[in-house]
C-alpha cells in the first residue's frame, strides 16, 4: 500500500504543468460577470463533452445548470476554474478571457463546492477555515448559521471543535457537504459554483 502511494506522489510530481500560466490579470474588484461564448470542450481528440455552450450569468444573478448525469455540468465547472482548457470559443469574467487572468487569483475568486468533498482529519472549525488565522471564529459561526448547519454542528461533541475522520466518515455526507459550504461562504467569494 505505502509503496503505491508513493508512485502515485512521484507520478504527480512529474507531471508537466499542461494548463498555460502566463495570464497576469490581478483586478482590485470582481464584478461576478461570467459569459461562456460557443464554448467547445473535449476530454479526449474530438470526443466533444460541450458542443457550441454560450450563455450569460450578470453580476448578481443565479444559474442553475441542471441535466442528465452525464451532460457536462461538471465539465463546465472545470472549465471556468481552468482545471481544462477548452478547444474553441471562448470564456470571459467581467469581459476579460479567464486564460489573461492569473491563474491563482481565478481560483481564488471563485469559490467552488463539489459533489465529491475533502474533510481533513482535523476540527470542524480548521475544516472550515483551512488554518486561516485571518477568518474569526465568530465568522465561522456566522456562515454555519447561513447554511443552516449550526444545529447539527452544536450537537456534535465539542461542536466546532469536533474532530472529523478523513474523507469524513464520521459525518454523513450531507453533513460534510454542509461544512464544505461554509468553508467556500467565509471566503466571501466574489463567485460561488
Ligand atoms: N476526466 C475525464 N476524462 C474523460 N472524460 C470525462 C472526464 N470527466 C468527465 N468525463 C466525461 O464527460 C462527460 C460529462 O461529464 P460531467 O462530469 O461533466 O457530467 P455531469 O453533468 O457533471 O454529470 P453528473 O450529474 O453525473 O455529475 C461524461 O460523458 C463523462 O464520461
Ligand atoms: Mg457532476
Not at 512521484?10 to 482590485?28: I, M, Q, S, W, Y
Request: hydrophobic residues 45%; aromatic residues 10%; negative net charge.
Amino acid at each position: 500500500m505505502g509503496m503505491l502511494g508513493a508512485e502515485r506522489i512521484f507520478n504527480v510530481l512529474d507531471t508537466d504543468e499542461r494548463t498555460e500560466n502566463k495570464g497576469t490579470h490581478k483586478p482590485a474588484q470582481i464584478q461576478g460577470d461570467i459569459q461562456f461564448k460557443n464554448v467547445w470542450f473535449a476530454y479526449n481528440d474530438e470526443n466533444w463533452v460541450l458542443k457550441d455552450i454560450s450563455f450569460h450569468v450578470k453580476p448578481g444573478e443565479t444559474l442553475a445548470l441542471v441535466g442528465a448525469t452525464g451532460a457536462g455540468k461538471s465539465s463546465t465547472i472545470n472549465i471556468l476554474n481552468r482545471f481544462y482548457e477548452i478547444n474553441k470559443g471562448q470564456v470571459l469574467l467581467d469581459g476579460i478571457d479567464i486564460r489573461d487572468y492569473e491563474l491563482n487569483y481565478l481560483r481564488a475568486t471563485i469559490a467552488t463546492v463539489l459533489q465529491d468533498v475533502f474533510l481533513f482529519s482535523d476540527s470542524i472549525a480548521n475544516n472550515i477555515n483551512l488554518n486561516n488565522p485571518k477568518i474569526s471564529r465568530e465568522a465561522i459561526i456566522k456562515a454555519a448559521e447561513d447554511v443552516g448547519a449550526l444545529d447539527f454542528i452544536n450537537r456534535l461533541p465539542g461542536a466546532f471543535d469536533y474532530d472529523v475522520m478523513e474523507r469524513g466518515a464520521t459525518l454523513s455526507a450531507g453533513q460534510a457537504q454542509l461544512i464544505s459550504f461554509i468553508r467556500a461562504l467565509v471566503y466571501n467569494p466574489q463567485i460561488l459554483v
